[in-house]
């Protein structure tokens, strides 16, 4: 019966194995959940998902395969004794209230009368048999008995015979084909580092040591080594201004976020496209301009370059000399973006639009070619794929 | 006779999602891996389990340097080396410069144990990779005396994360994974009353208020949690703070009083107090 389940999240991106479905079973057959189709939900989430990245996905699998939880629902409450249910309602409720507390049959007409509710009820309300509300015997609302029952917002140990808490998605927000903070910027980038050793020696190595006391028949012999430093040298262009006023959040964590990663960080903005000037204070960018030549000359090939914009233009601003915005400029940008592909083997290009986007703009196609697709989407996933892409060893 | 389900303690709140997962976990002998906003009670968790269930519990603190081998035990070469030098006839034998660590000791405990390994997420990238055996099948072998190591009882495993690296995936199938969402207001009040019972009804309604408010307050580098509220509370008890203080209707006394407590970053500070003052100026 789960199978399907399975394969559904599989589908839908939650990496699941077999494993955890045979725990989930086991689980289940442990009576860990029971009677309860929220419990079965958070024991099937429990065992099957481990991100929480991947809730809301989960999520939406959930509600849609059980939607209305009658299979699921029915086939675990059928192992449970039917005394068990007896003595709790006995326990909980009089014999007058429990006869008037009547199922109002399928589930679908469960869900129609609330919303028919929904639409007449105008304030609050508790006790009764009709409306929704704390206490009393209504289908709807919390804290009350009725077999088929839907819970309405509030947590607490009653009846637990509701559903479709899934619904609320709270774990949105943890979707990683969502953007990103600081934090995890950072981490996404820390996988760029690479560790060299370099400078004076000054820390002990304590297995060296080891090793060569050892092979000196046990007289101390001490082995000094440099410290580990980070040798990953970033070169980071970033595009200001006109369609870009959107994404500047996403990208000053991202520049913030570099900044503290890396230890050789060097960074300039540029406005749509590379053309022969860039410039690196935001203010005096009429003032103060580094000619791209000087650039191409000053960091050489082993720094990674990373592009940062939006890629959105009009097509001449690439492909036309004089096509740029704001100047007249003698040569095209392709050609420059060719000058920065042949020197900077390890070049990459990220694009805060959504990945699904970039077919319907032709400026942002004509950039993939030019970086040789190495063009990715600023999600975690897209920085994760991005990092592998400079990390990657070049042919030459 | 010890308890066998955990429901929460006198001094922790534990959501019934929560109380299930640590429940499945100790049922089907599984590690609970926890994750959740920092201050959300996550290292708290193993401690209370223990102490509801009576059992002993043994902490494992990761931090960068640590190594999946220093849990199991390590051979202290380096004295051993020296004791060679000076002659010491502990030498000969090599168990004398074994030392145990944690999950050693976990394993060797007369009664099952709570094992906590804490901010697992902080060592290397590979450490988790290194436990795999030990947690699957709850032993290892120590190649220096050649002798295996099994757990008397299978110890209830919980592992705190804070996310700050990717758990690698053969490691994660073997455990199960709850996330501690940030508890809403009702629970929250719940939790306030645990730790201070004898707190004013309407003390507690304004600081709630206060407390969600700043939460809310878009683009805060570290929202306030839980523990932060609790210090919070008890600094606004020992400065004998009235209720109404905390009503931000006033504009002079727009700020809740000892934010401190609340926010922990400069920036934070700077933006929550622009916020209100745009909101003054607005009305």
Redesign the interface.
């Known amino acids: 019966m789960l199978v399907r389940f399975f394969f559904d999240l599989r589908a839908a991106g939650v990496?699941v194995?077999i494993?955890?479905l045979l725990?989930l079973l086991?689980?289940l057959e442990?009576r860990?959940?029971y009677c309860s189709a929220?419990?079965f939900y958070?024991?099937a989430r429990?065992?099957l998902?481990?991100?929480?990245r991947h809730?809301d996905r989960f999520d939406r699998v959930f509600a849609e395969h059980f939607a209305g939880a009658e299979r699921v629902f029915e086939k675990i409450v059928a192992e449970v004794p039917a005394e068990w249910l007896q003595m709790m309602a006995e326990r909980l409720f009089t014999e007058e209230e429990r006869a008037k507390a009547q199922a109002l049959g399928s589930w679908d007409k469960l869900l129609e009368t609330l919303r028919e509710r929904l639409k007449e009820q105008k304030e609050r309300h508790a006790g009764g048999n009709k409306w929704i509300g704390t206490g009393g015997t209504s289908p709807f609302g919390s804290g009350g008995y009725n077999p088929e029952g839907i819970r309405i917002g509030n947590?607490g140990?009653r009846q637990?015979r509701a559903v479709k808490v899934w619904e609320a998605r709270?774990?949105r927000n943890f979707d990683d084909r969502r953007e990103l903070g600081?934090?995890n910027l950072k981490?996404a980038l820390r996988r760029l580092r690479k560790f060299a050793r370099q400078g004076a020696a000054d820390e002990l190595d304590?297995d060296g040591t080891?090793d060569a006391?050892a092979r000196n028949a046990?007289w101390?012999d001490l082995k000094l080594r440099p410290e580990r430093r980070n040798a990953v040298k970033v070169l980071l262009l970033l595009d200001v201004g006109g369609s870009m006023d959107d994404h500047i959040r996403l990208c000053e964590e991202l520049f913030s976020a570099a900044r503290s990663e890396f230890k050789h960080l060097e960074h300039f903005y540029f406005h749509n496209f590379i053309y022969e000037t860039l410039w690196k204070d935001n203010r005096r960018r009429h003032s103060e301009k580094t000619a791209t030549f000087d650039l191409l000359r000053t960091f050489n090939s082993d720094y990674r370059v990373i592009f940062v914009g939006d890629a959105a233009m009009s097509p001449y601003e690439i492909l036309q000399p004089g096509g740029s915005v704001e100047h007249w400029n003698p040569e095209a940008g392709a050609e420059w973006m060719r000058r920065f592909t042949a020197h900077f083997p390890k070049l990459i290009w990220l694009n805060p639009t959504p990945e699904e986007h970039w077919g319907w703009t032709p400026s942002i196609r004509m950039t993939q070619e030019l970086v040789e697709d190495r063009m990715f989407p600023l999600t975690l996933d897209g920085l994760d794929r991005a990092m592998a892409a400079l990390r990657r060893k070049v042919l030459s | 006779m010890t308890e066998t389900r955990f429901v929460g303690t006198d001094r922790y709140i534990a959501?019934?999602?929560l109380g299930?997962?640590v429940?499945?976990a100790i049922?089907?002998g599984?590690p609970l891996?926890i994750?959740g906003e920092p201050g959300t009670g996550k290292t708290q968790l193993a401690l209370e389990v223990s102490g509801a269930l009576g059992r002993p519990i043994f902490e494992w603190h990761v931090k960068s340097t640590s190594k999946a081998q220093q849990g199991l035990y390590e051979y202290d070469?380096?004295s051993r080396?020296r004791d060679?030098?000076l002659g010491d006839p502990k030498v000969a034998d090599i168990r004398n410069y074994i030392v145990r660590g944690k999950l050693w000791e976990a394993f060797d405990s007369e009664t099952q144990p709570v094992l906590l390994i804490d901010e697992i997420d902080k060592a290397d990238i590979e450490f988790p990779n290194d436990l795999l055996r030990e947690i699957d099948r709850m032993e290892f072998y120590v190649y220096e005396t050649r002798e295996l190591v099994k757990a008397r009882h299978r110890p209830i495993i919980i592992i705190t994360s804070n996310n700050?690296?990717?758990?690698p995936?053969a490691f994660?199938?073997?455990?199960?994974?709850?996330?501690i969402?940030f508890p809403?207001a009702?629970?929250m009040e719940k939790i306030v009353a645990v730790h201070y019972p004898n707190l004013k009804k309407e003390l507690l309604a304004e600081a709630l208020g206060a407390f969600y408010k700043v939460r809310e307050t878009p683009g805060l580098?570290k929202k306030p949690s839980t523990s932060e509220l609790l210090d919070w509370i008890k600094l606004l008890l020992a400065e004998d703070i009235p209720p109404e203080a905390l009503r931000s209707d006033d504009p002079k006394k727009a700020i809740p009083p000892l934010y401190g407590a609340l926010l922990k970053n400069e920036q934070d500070v700077h933006l929550f107090e622009q916020l209100i003052f745009l909101n003054r100026r607005a009305r």
Not at chain 2, 164 to 167: D, P, Q, V
Not at chain 2, 172 to 179: A, E, K, P, S, T
Request: proline share 1%.
């Open positions: 990496p194995s494993t955890e725990s086991q689980a442990a860990v959940a929220e419990e958070w024991l429990l065992t998902v481990k991100d929480e809730f947590e140990q637990r709270e774990y600081t934090r981490m304590l080891i006391t046990g101390l | 959501t019934a999602d299930m997962a429940n499945a049922t089907l599984r891996l994750k070469a380096v080396l060679s030098q700050e690296k990717e758990l995936d994660l199938r073997r455990c199960f994974f709850h996330y969402r809403d009702e629970t580098k």
